[in-house]
């Protein structure tokens, strides 16, 4: 065997089974819960509670904001963190 060869486990590009139930349960119920965000960000009588909405609305259209991290005070890396949202079409089986 070769040293540093990773052994056992998922290959890469396989499908996690233990989340897979979860992440298709929460496809059923994305489209009602971005309702729900939407109108949180309008109506929601708490100003919080709209700033996190109208947040997590734009996280979700837009990816998240690229954040920077200074290291010694002389190097500046940007770190994009952009988590994408596809909906199933509504037609598909």
Do not use: C, Y
Not at 32 to 60: H, Y
């Amino acid at each position: 065997m070769a040293a540093g060869r990773k052994t056992g486990g998922r290959q890469k590009g396989t499908p996690n089974k233990a989340t897979a139930d979860i992440k298709a349960l929460a496809m059923q119920h994305a489209e009602d819960a971005m309702k729900e965000l939407a109108r949180l960000a309008t109506g929601a009588e708490s100003e919080a509670a709209r700033v996190a909405a109208i947040k997590e609305l734009f996280d979700r259209g837009f990816g998240k904001a690229k954040q920077s991290l200074e290291v010694d005070g002389e190097v500046s890396v940007t770190m994009p963190t952009v988590i994408e949202f596809v909906a199933p079409d509504a037609g598909e089986d």
